[in-house]
T-cell receptor, first 109, second 115 residues
Framework: KNEVEQSPQNLTAQEGEFITINCSYS?????LHWLQQHPGGGIVSLFM???GKKKHGRLIATINIQEKHSSLHITASHPRDSAVYIC???????????FGTGTRLQVFP | EAQVTQNPRYLITVTGKKLTVTCSQN?????MSWYRQDPGLGLRQIYY???????DKGDVPEGYKVSRKEKRNFPLILESPSPNQTSLYFC??????????????FGPGTRLTVT
């Protein structure tokens, strides 16, 4: 069983739709990262959170430490949101990050 | 501008020909790491470094070497590349190592093809 699992693997949406991407993990963590990988390949950090909720523009990330689950929401989705979204968690008491396999989102006009 | 740079961005090479992919960061970060990304497998850690002269193996270190002689640079060396090392490679850095929660900065990626 993967230590970090994302769902869905692929997601298509019409512009304006509300998007939810889920990440579940089985290890104890100090924080969770959400990353965005553009079609060109570059990876940028969107959020790092250890509790509650964070918001940046149309993006909202939530985490429930007890349930070992995080969600990334995109409100009023736009074609420029099309990307692969990756969650990552540090393994507690190690120097490593482990990554989900990503959710590929396509938003059509 | 805070950034992680990698070179080259694209490389096609032949089996057995030694190559080096450079990585440099300008943020005085202590932690640097190399990952490879393959379809369906996500990002997997190759090697990481906690600071100058401190490196350690990640999950898939076979066939790779690294060095950290200066804080800003963390080159990835393939002494004898093989086709199974064809992949997309990312260098990343953060102020401190996980599990301390700091933002990760990624380089633009190097697409390597070994024939």
């Amino acid at each position: 069983k993967n230590e970090v699992e994302q769902s869905p693997q692929n997601l298509t949406a019409q512009e304006g739709e509300f998007i939810t991407i889920n990440c579940s993990y089985s290890v104890g963590i100090s924080a969770l990262h959400w990353l965005q990988q553009h079609p060109g390949g570059g990876i940028v950090s969107l959020f790092m959170l250890s509790s509650g909720k964070k918001k940046h523009g149309r993006l909202i990330a939530t985490i429930n430490i007890q349930e070992k689950h995080s969600s990334l929401h995109i409100t009023a989705s736009h074609p420029r949101d099309s990307a692969v979204y990756i969650c990552a968690v540090p393994l507690y008491n190690t120097d490593k990050l482990i990554f989900g396999t990503g959710t590929r989102l396509q938003v059509f006009p | 501008e805070a950034q992680v740079t990698q070179n080259p961005r694209y490389l096609i090479t032949v089996t057995g020909k030694k190559l080096t992919v450079t990585c440099s960061q300008n943020m005085n970060h202590e932690y640097m790491s190399w990952y490879r990304q393959d379809p369906g497998l996500g990002l997997r850690q190759i090697y990481y470094s906690m600071n100058v002269e401190v490196t350690d193996k990640g999950d898939v270190p076979e066939g790779y070497k690294v060095s950290r002689k200066e804080k800003r640079n963390f080159p990835l060396i393939l002494e004898s590349p093989s086709p199974n090392q064809t992949s997309l490679y990312f260098c990343a850095s953060s102020l401190l190592a996980p599990p301390v929660a700091y933002e990760q900065y990624f380089g633009p990626g190097t697409r390597l093809t070994v024939t």
